[in-house]
C-alpha cells in the first residue's frame, strides 16, 4: 500500500448536472468525505442520487462544479481504480454467460495487461476476496444461479479484488435477506476502519443510523451533510422527503399532553426509523442483528 | 407552371401519386402504435418475411398479397413462441425468424423460377401498379382505417399498459392479433409502393416525428396521418422530375422532416431542450443566490 | 461417385472456404452482438452502407471504404440521436438506417453503375474475383484479430460499462470498436455472401450458443463451429438443388437452431417441459433462486 492511499478522499463542489432534454437533475451540489467513513445518500427516487453516482462514475460531466478524488479528476482515479461500483440487481443481466469467477476476475481489470491475462498475484486477490465474502464454493456458479444476497455478495467480492478506496453501493439491501443485510453491513465496518470511503445509496431510513457514521441528504441538492447524530434529523428528512415520509408519532402514556414516552417513527414504506423518546434513532425491533 | 403539372397529365403518375398518398396515410396511423410498442423492427422483420408466401402463393396460383399476408403471421407466430420459451432476447429471436423466412423465400424462388421479380418486391413497384393490387390496397387500408377509428383507446392502452388492459377486462388476445394482423396487411400493401426495405419507414418514422411534436396521443394521430399522407403524395409528385426510385423520394423526405422536427420542434427538439436545460440551471442558480439554504419548490409544499 | 461432385471444382472449394472464413468472423461478432442487444444493429447497418458504395463509385474510391464509413455514420447517427432525444432506440434505428438506404437507393437509380443489384443482394460466393476475395479475407482476419485480442475488454463492456469505466477502460474507444468491426465485417461479408446470409450469420450462431453453455468461452466456439458447418454443408447441398447458395447456408443453420432450441440440455424447450411437469405434480423441489 502506497502512502497516498490514506489521502484518497472524495469532494463534490457545486456539481450541476442537466441532461439533454432539459431536466436539471442535480444542481449546486457539495460535499467532501474523508477515508474512513461509512455515508449514506439519502433520498426518494428522483432525488437526484443516480445521477451524483453517474457524476463520480464519469458517466454524466456536470455543466458546473467538479468531482475531485484526492484532488484528481474522475478519469484520473479511475485509471488508477480507486473508484468501485456495486450496482442494483435490477442492473446486471443475470443470464450473462458468466461465472461468479468470472466476475471477481473483472475486477482486476484495471491491473493486468493488454491482454487481460491474470497474473498470479490478481488470482490470489480474487481468491482472497471470495473469502471474504464466504462466496469461495460458488466460484464456477453462473451468476443467475444464485440466490439474492449471493448474487450481491459476488459483486462486493468484485469491489474488493478491485481494491478500490472509493466503494459506491447502489440500494444494496434490496432484495437481500436478513443474514446477507448482517454480514454486508459488518464487511463495510471492515473496509472502514481500513480506510475507505464507502458511499451507500439507500432509502431504508432504518438501517442509516445502525451503520453510517455520516449522511448527505439529497433533493436535487444536497440540503445537508455530516455526522448521522447531527444530520440525521426529524427536520432534515421532512426537508428531503417533503410530504412523502409517514410521520406516526404513538404516544403510549396516560398523562395528556406529556411526549414523554412518545415514540416517533418515520418511513417512506421502505425502512421505517423510530426515534426514541430519549433521542436515540434506530430501525424497528427485529429488522436489526443489534440488540435496542 | 405548366411543367410543374406535367405529371397529373399521365395516368400512372396520378394513379401512384393517389395510392401512395393513400398508402401513406394508413402506415403513418399505424406507426404512432408501432413507435409506442417498441416494434419498429418488427416491421422491417415483417416484410421480408412475407417473401416465401409469395414464392409459394405464385405456385399454388392465390393471389400474392393473401401468401404474403399469411407468411407475415405465421412468422409472428414463430417469434411469439420463440420469445416466450427461451431465455433468448426479443430482437435475436426477430432477427432469426425473418432471416430464416426470407432465405426460404429466396431459396424457393431460385429453385423454381416464376414471374416474380424480386427486384419490385425489394424496390417496390408503385409506378407499374395493377388496378387490381389497387383495389386491394384501398380495401386494406379502408379496413385498417375504420378498425383503428373505432378501437384506438383499447389499442392504446395495450401499448402502454397490458396489464391494465387485461385488468379491465379487454381481451388482450384479441388486441394483440388486431394490431399484428393489421402491420401484416398494411406491411403487404406498403411493400408494393415501397419495397420490402423501405416499409419499416413508413410505419415508424411519422409516427416519431409526431411524437416529437406533441404529447396527446390523439394528436399525435392525426398529425402522423397528416405528415405520412403529405410526404407520400410529394415524393412521389417529386420523384416524377428527379427520375428517382419513387419509394427513395418518399423515405428521404420523411426522414429529413424527421431530422429537421429533431432539432426545432418546440418542446422536444434538440435546441428547445438545450435552452430550457440553460434557463433551469440560471433559475436555481439565482434561488440559491436570494435565499440560504435553498430548498427546491417540490420540498416547500 | 455423384456425392463428391462438387470437390472436383476449384470455385465449390473456393466457396466452401470463403463461407467458412466469413461466418467464423461473424459468428464471434454475433456472440457479442446478441449479449449487447444489438442483435438488429447488424441488420440496419447492412442496408445503411448502400449510400456509402454509391458514394465511393461516383468519387472513384473503393466501394468497400464507401461501405464501411456509410455503416459507421448509420451507427454513430442512431447512437447520438437515441441520447439526445426521447424517441427510443429501435425507432431511431429504423428512420437512420431506411433514411440512408432510400437515399442510397435515389443516388443509386441516377447513376448508372455496373454494380448489379443481385450482387448485393446474395454476394457472389459462387462467381466471387479473385481481388473480392483477398480483400474479404484480410478484412475478416483484421476484424477476427481485434475481437479475439480484446475479447475480455469488449466481453466486460458488453456485460457492465460503470464497472469498465471504474476500472479505468475507456468505454467509448471501446463502443466504436465494436461499431467499427461490425462495419468491417459486414462489408466483407456482403461482398461474398450478400445481404440475406451476413444479417443471419451475425444473429443465429450467438444465439445457439447462448442456448447451449453458460460460459461465454464455449458460447463462442459453439458459435463457431455452428457457421463453419452451415458454411460447408450449405454449399455443398446447393450444388445439389441448384438454389442460391447463401439461402441455403441460412437454413441449415436456422435447422441448427431449431434442433438447439429443442434439446439443449439447460435451457431447451424439453427440459423446461420435464422441469414444469415436475412441478405440476410435486414431484421435484424446484427451488428458483429469488431476485
Known sequence: MTESHSQIDLTVSDVTVAYSNGHVALHDASFSLKPGTICALVGINGSGKSTLFKAIMGFVRPVRGSVRIAGQPVKTAHKKNWVAYVPQSEDVDWSFPVSVWDVVLMGRYGYMNFLRMPSAHDKQRATESLERVKMSEFKDRQIGELSGGQKKRVFLARALAQEGRIILLDEPFTGVDVKTEGTI???????????????????????????????????????????????????????????ALRHLRLDHTDVPGSNRNEILVLTDDEGALVVRPNGSKQAPVGKSSEKL | MD???????????????????????????????VTLKGWSLMGDALSHAIVPGVSIAYLVGLPFALGAFVSGIVAAVCMGFIKSRTRIREDAVIGIVFTTFFAAGVLMISVFPSNINLKSIVFGNILGIADADIVQMVVISTVTLLVVCLKWKDLLLHSFDPNQARAIGLNVGVLQVTLLTLLAATSVAALQAVGACLVVAMLVTPGATAYLLTDRFSKMMFIATGMGVGTSVVGAYASYFLNGSTGGCIVVLQTSIFLLTLLLAPRHGLIASRLAARASVARFRQRAASRHPAIPEAVRS | MRLLEPFQYGFMIEAMLMAALIGTVCAVLSCYLVLKGWSLMGDA????????????????????????????????????????????????????????????????????????????????????????????????????????????????????PSHAKAVGLNTTLLHYLLLGVLSATIVAALQAVGIILTVAMLITPGCIGYLLTDRFGRMTMIAVASAIFSSLVGTYISYFINAATGSCIVLVQAMIFLIALIAAPKHGLWVNRKKRRATETGQSEVVTPAG
Open chain 1, 185 to 243: 453491513i459488518e464487511l463495510l465496518r471492515e473496509l472502514r476502519d481500513d480506510g475507505h470511503i464507502i458511499l451507500v445509496s439507500t432509502h431504508n431510513l432504518g438501517t442509516v443510523p445502525e451503520f453510517c457514521d455520516q449522511v448527505v441528504i439529497i433533493n436535487q441538492t444536497v440540503l445537508a451533510w455530516g455526522a448521522t447524530e447531527t444530520t440525521f434529523t426529524e427536520e432534515n428528512l421532512s426537508l428531503a422527503f417533503g410530504g
Open chain 2, 3 to 33: 411543367y410543374l403539372l406535367t405529371p397529373f397529365h399521365y395516368d400512372y403518375m396520378v394513379k401512384a401519386i393517389l395510392v401512395s398518398g393513400l398508402i401513406g396515410g394508413v402506415c403513418a396511423c399505424l406507426s404512432c402504435f
Open chain 3, 45 to 160: 447497418v447492412s442496408h445503411a452502407v448502400l449510400p456509402g458504395i454509391v458514394l465511393a463509385y461516383i468519387f472513384g474510391a473503393p466501394l468497400a471504404v464507401g461501405a464501411f464509413c456509410s455503416g459507421l455514420v448509420c451507427a454513430s447517427a442512431t447512437g447520438w440521436i437515441k441520447s439526445h432525444s426521447r424517441v427510443k432506440e429501435d425507432t431511431v434505428m429504423g428512420i437512420v438506417f431506411t433514411g440512408l438506404f432510400a437515399t442510397g437507393l435515389v443516388m443509386f437509380s441516377k447513376v448508372h453503375t455496373d454494380v448489379h443489384l443481385n450482387h448485393i443482394l446474395f454476394g457472389s460466393l459462387l462467381g466471387i474475383e479473385r481481388s473480392d476475395q483477398i480483400q474479404a479475407t484480410v478484412t475478416g482476419t483484421l476484424a477476427l484479430g481485434i475481437m479475439l485480442g480484446r475479447r475480455k475488454d469488449l466481453l466486460l463492456y458488453c456485460f457492465d
